[in-house]
């Protein structure tokens, strides 16, 4: 199967556009302790469903040599619960790279994913603010494929995001069969929302 991937941009704090407020009440708070073991859920939990495999071999160590390199997690939390997250990695050059975005399962459909988006690229652009020894950003980018939420590209361009490359079957991005989930046997069936009852549904 063929794999489209898509390099989009900001340049200017003025090209990121506001999105609705989502339909739940949410909190997005930066994770500020270096933390593998949390990272780690957050990258299975919200990428098991996309074909996010290239950490899954990380050990421990590799995941905080990873954290440790100035990178910033940002997560959205409804009645206490993850419901997704942003990864800031500061890029040389004044620019911020967003390595990964995106809602647990249950969280889909809520009308959060433009809000946590607006508010992880804010983030990234007054970075320098929170880490003194950077240049202030001057870019935002990312890169998002065909294997991932059909809905992601119209997301980070409704968000002022522009492409500015594409490219086909990166290495790296070819992937056959189904998406290996956050774990063996998770999927839509065993997916409810909080608050209801095992038996709902």
């Not at 990428?47 to 995941?63: K, S």
């Not at 809905?151 to 070819?174: K, Q």
Request: aromatic residues 10%; contains cysteine; proline residues 8%.
């Amino acid at each position: 199967m063929d794999v489209t991937t898509w390099y989009l941009e900001q340049t200017s704090r003025s090209d990121l556009l506001t999105a609705k407020p989502p339909a739940i009440e949410v909190d997005i708070v930066r994770a500020e302790v270096v933390s593998p073991e949390f990272s780690r859920f957050l990258n299975t939990a919200v990428g098991g469903d996309w074909h996010w495999t290239e950490r899954l071999p990380w050990t421990w160590q590799q995941w905080a040599d990873w954290l440790e390199r100035g990178v910033e997690t940002w997560v959205a939390y409804h009645r206490g619960t993850p419901a997704g997250y942003v990864e800031l990695m500061p890029d040389d050059d004044a620019a911020v790279e967003i390595t990964c975005f995106g809602l647990l399962p249950w969280a889909i459909g809520k009308g959060l994913g433009g809000h946590l988006l607006e508010t992880g690229t804010a983030r990234a652009w007054d970075l320098a603010e929170r880490q003194l020894d950077r240049e202030p950003t001057r870019r935002v980018w990312l890169h998002t494929c065909s294997l991932d939420s059909p809905v992601a590209l119209a997301n980070y361009r409704a968000r002022g995001f522009r492409i500015y490359d594409s490219r086909l079957n990166v290495p790296g991005d070819e992937h056959e069969g189904p998406a290996p989930g956050p774990w063996p046997g998770a999927g839509p069936r065993l997916r409810r929302t909080p608050g209801a009852s095992p038996d709902a549904g």
